[in-house]
């Protein structure tokens, strides 16, 4: 599997109802950030957890980094209909791999009214 | 401040034409990154620039596409020769120094190769 697979492909829950959404990826990281992209268009930036945090909260979003594991996960609380989207993962790799961040296949979030 | 601006949003192309793909950062950064999407896929890294300079091109493919960031003026991602497998969506993403940090991402251009 490629760094930053993202779990479940797909999910589907009722508005107000928490989301959970899980990351994995394989090499040494310096950060892993999360990034939300909505139908059609670019990738916004929700948030950016580096390797020696452990969580993080913004607004309705938690996000836990176990570095052991090598995974990530995001927590959407009190979901909305406008939380519908779908959700990527992205490491930056700390072993003097490619510069880019190296992304997840995400996961396609949809929240039923 | 205006965002990444990304023109056109849309190109369509014959087979062994010739695309030109413009990506102008958000004002003051410095660093340019290109990257690919399939339908369904995640975003595959392409290319990293900064003013004048190929930082890294590991993920652009060798033959036909080719990537510059000028001192004046937008970036380019250039593809020659176009083929079916070029249809995509291109985003481009920009930050400022140091690079790794947050991505802004514009809006993309949907390529069409007919």
């Known amino acids: 599997s490629q760094q930053g697979e993202e779990d479940p492909q797909a999910l589907s829950i009722q508005e107000g109802e928490n989301a959970t959404m899980n990351c994995s990826y394989k090499?040494?990281?310096?950060?892993l950030q999360w990034y939300r992209q909505n139908s059609g268009r670019g990738l916004v930036h929700l948030i950016l957890?580096?390797?020696?945090?452990r969580e993080k909260h913004s607004g309705r979003l938690r996000v836990t980094l176990d570095t052991s594991k090598k995974s990530s996960s995001l927590l959407i609380t009190a979901s909305r209909a406008a939380d519908t989207a779908s959700y990527f993962c992205?490491?930056?790799?700390?072993?003097?791999?490619?510069?880019?961040?190296?992304f997840g296949k995400g996961t396609h979030l949809i929240i039923q009214p | 401040n205006a965002g990444v601006m990304q023109n056109p949003r849309h190109l369509v192309r014959r087979r062994g034409q010739e695309a030109r793909l413009r990506c102008s950062p958000m004002?003051?950064?410095?660093?340019v990154y290109w990257y690919r999407q399939l339908p369904e896929e995640g975003l595959k890294f392409m290319v990293y620039?900064?003013?004048?300079?190929?930082?890294?091109e590991s993920g652009m493919p060798k033959e036909r596409f080719s990537a510059e960031f000028p001192k004046e003026g937008p970036s380019i991602l250039r593809i020659q020769q176009v083929v079916r497998g070029d249809s995509a969506a291109y985003f481009c993403?920009?930050?400022?120094?140091?690079?790794?940090?947050?991505?802004?991402f514009g809006s993309g251009t949907q390529l069409s190769v007919l």
């Open positions: 993403a920009s930050s400022p120094p140091p690079r790794g940090e947050k991505l802004f």
């Open positions: 090499t040494s990281i310096n950060n």
């Open positions: 957890i580096r390797s020696n945090e």
């Open positions: 992205a490491t930056e790799d700390s072993g003097g791999g490619a510069d880019g961040l190296t």
């Open positions: 004002k003051g950064h410095s660093h």
């Open positions: 620039l900064q003013k004048e300079n190929i930082i890294d």
